[in-house]
């Protein structure tokens, strides 16, 4: 058997450990297997930039973040368009897929990433897909791997800021990755007990910020933690059409949402408002216990899946058990989180602001 690998899009940890489920659970019953690690994604595939690997290259890494392929980003909008040569990419992809006489390519990546997958399901191409994001955001799985290295990743700098927070009697924001979606602002937030957790889904209201500081003050509480997705916004610019809202950002100093709300605040309360922004380090390091079990298990599956011929799926979790889910479902959708959601609702019972 011959199968490919490939991850593509922003990284995230555990991406080894779930390649190393998929070779060591196809290992175990394949006869003769060769695998071939196509380099940086989908790159790797158009550009036939690929390498032989063997077990030896998927020992050890279950712990190791990164990946030991490489990735880029290369936007599925992109994919029909030719590139600065005129190679047809689609074309390309398929020819090299053939050329190596591949029986299943695996493919591991997020939302932009799966859009392709399924192009290439659609070209003929056998895939299999893993769901790969720190965003948590893959419709149709109830977790993806990364996620839980990255909550614990963002919880530990919320942590560290709240003693320092305590200690001045300042108000901190800690901007947490997530430009759409806000499921890890709004598990890190609750785990590390952030005052105001800001999401892409529930547009803020400055008052609502300022009404929640300003009741922590009056219970002698003199600093205030907010987690703000970094694709959190203003109700005021919510109700902008996308191009209004480009111009209006165009003119702005501020380098993002964090930067706008700590002015805000300090013009408002005259308190001190200090922003951290973890940025890229919520996708760094090894991955958490949780993960390496998940793409374990995910791999193991990925692989029976293989041997059975089940091409054309997302491995999925959902409720604690290992799915197939077919691509053409899922492709192209999000999930987000629902405003009006148990987890919401539960949070802002025990105090905790939402901005709305
Ligand atoms: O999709 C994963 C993610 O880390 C998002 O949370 C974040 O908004 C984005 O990627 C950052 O992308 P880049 O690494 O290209 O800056």
């Not at 480009?246 to 001190?272: D, L, W």
């Not at 993960?291 to 999925?316: E, H, P």
Request: net charge positive.
């Amino acid at each position: 058997m011959k199968i490919g690998l490939l991850t593509s899009g922003g990284d995230c940890q555990a991406l080894n450990a779930a390649m190393r489920g998929v070779v060591k659970g196809l290992s175990e019953t394949v006869d003769k297997l060769e695998v071939y690690g196509f380099e940086e994604g989908y790159k790797g595939l158009i550009y036939g930039n690929y390498r032989l690997l063997t077990s030896v290259d998927f020992s050890g890494i279950l712990t190791k973040g990164g990946t030991i392929l490489g990735s880029s980003r290369q936007p599925f909008k992109m994919m029909r368009i030719p590139d600065a040569n005129g190679l047809d990419k689609v074309e390309a992809m398929k020819s090299n897929y053939h050329k190596l006489n591949l029986d299943c390519l695996v493919i591991l990546g997020g939302n932009g990433t799966q859009k392709t997958a399924n192009l290439l399901r659609e070209e003929g191409l056998n895939i299999i897909h893993l769901p790969k994001t720190i965003d948590n955001d893959i419709y149709g799985t109830d977790m993806t791997f990364g996620f839980y290295s990255a909550v614990n990743i963002a919880c530990e700098a919320i942590d560290c800021i709240h003693t320092t927070a305590a200690s001045h009697n300042r108000v901190f924001i800690v901007e947490v990755m997530g430009h759409k979606v806000g499921w890890l602002t709004l598990y890190a937030g609750i785990a590390s007990g952030a005052d105001i957790i800001l999401l892409p889904e529930i547009p803020y209201d400055n008052d609502k910020i300022i009404d929640a500081i300003q009741k922590r003050k009056k219970q002698g509480k003199g600093f205030t933690i907010l987690a703000v997705a970094e694709g959190a916004i203003s109700k005021e610019d919510a109700a902008l059409s996308k191009k209004e809202l480009k111009k209006k950002r165009e003119n702005e100093p501020h380098p993002s949402v964090s930067y706008r709300i700590a002015e805000m605040i300090t013009q408002r309360t005259g308190s001190e408002a200090r922003v951290t922004v973890p940025g890229h380090t919520h996708r760094g390091g090894s991955p958490c216990p949780y993960d390496r079990v998940l793409c374990t298990r995910l791999g193991s599956a990925a692989a029976k899946a293989i041997v059975d011929g089940k091409f054309g799926n997302m491995v999925a979790i959902i409720n604690g058990e290992t799915k197939l889910v077919p691509l053409e479902k899922v492709a192209g959708k999000l999930k987000m989180v629902d405003p009006g959601c148990k987890l919401i609702k539960e949070a802002k019972r025990t105090g905790i602001s939402f901005g709305d």
